[in-house]
């Protein structure tokens, strides 16, 4: 009777956690359009709300952090469950990270807002649009434990890496025809560079819910040359591999 009643309570807190998680995920997901937004607009006073709001996402942070150890000292989960809540205590340092990305992204429309607008073809809010999405499809397959949507985020990243570099291009030949635009150009630069890395982290949540879900960790995966892959494998710029004794420390090849 003591063991199920222990249960239940562990349900509760784990259903806190993953509350608490999409509270904060809808923030930062709030505070990625509405950067964007200060920026296309011209709207500086949403702006400085977007750059008021990073503190209510840093104490979600702190709120969650401690409830996760919490709940490691008091239930002492194993498995899935202790792959689950670690995995959230790296999930808020994700969605802390972007919420800074996003309050960086307010205050260089605060300095863009002051100049005359720039009259380019670069494509930012398709590049914010696909960046908000893989982080809520990132939460989502955290939530649901859904590795195969954790995957296609994974994947999805390319394509943002793509729409960025596009943008990267044309700001650079902006600069190229119009030397008074580089001020303005460097901070929409540092936009996009922003939204780029706001999906980078979107790929690290949805990487942590592979992890949790199959227990397999596909992280770098791809070891550079001479260096040592997760299977504790070199491999030589030959191609060869060598598998590495790590109890004598000699290696053999397979």
């Known amino acids: 009777m003591l063991g199920e009643h222990i249960t239940k309570i562990f349900d509760k807190d784990l259903d806190k956690l993953r509350q ?66 670690t995995l959230a205590l790296k999930i808020v340092t994700d969605l802390e990270r972007i919420g800074d990305k996003c309050a960086n992204i307010a205050k260089r429309a605060c300095k863009l807002n002051k100049e005359p607008p720039l009259n380019v073809n670069a494509d930012i809010p398709r590049l914010a649009e696909n960046a908000s ?14 590795a195969d949507l954790a995957s296609k985020v994974c994947a999805d990243d390319r394509y943002v890496d793509e729409i960025y570099n596009l943008i990267q291009k044309e700001l650079l030949n902006v600069m190229l025809e119009d030397s008074k635009a580089i001020e303005r ?14 999906a980078d982290h979107a790929t690290n949540i949805a990487e942590m ?29 030959n191609g060869d591999i060598v598998t590495v004794d790590t109890f004598t420390g000699g290696t053999t090849n397979p």
Request: net charge neutral; charged share 25%; hydrophobic share 45%.
């Open 133 to 146: 999405i893989m982080l809520k499809e990132a939460l989502d397959s955290y939530v649901k434990q859904d």
């Open 20 to 85: 608490n998680i999409l509270i904060m995920g809808g923030n930062v997901e709030q505070m990625i359009s509405d950067s964007i937004k200060a920026l296309i607009n011209r709207e500086s006073d949403l702006a400085r709300k977007v750059i008021a709001k990073d503190h209510e996402v840093n104490y979600l942070e702190v709120m969650i952090d401690e409830f996760c150890l919490e709940m490691l000292a008091m239930r002492q989960p194993v498995g899935r469950d202790l792959r689950y809540i």
């Open 185 to 198: 150009v460097l901070l929409l630069q540092y936009v996009a560079k922003s939204l780029e890395r706001i």
């Open 209 to 237: 819910v592979i992890f949790m879900v199959k227990g397999k960790d596909i992280r770098h995966l791809k070891a550079p040359n001479g260096g040592q892959d997760i299977t504790g494998n070199f491999t030589h710029s």
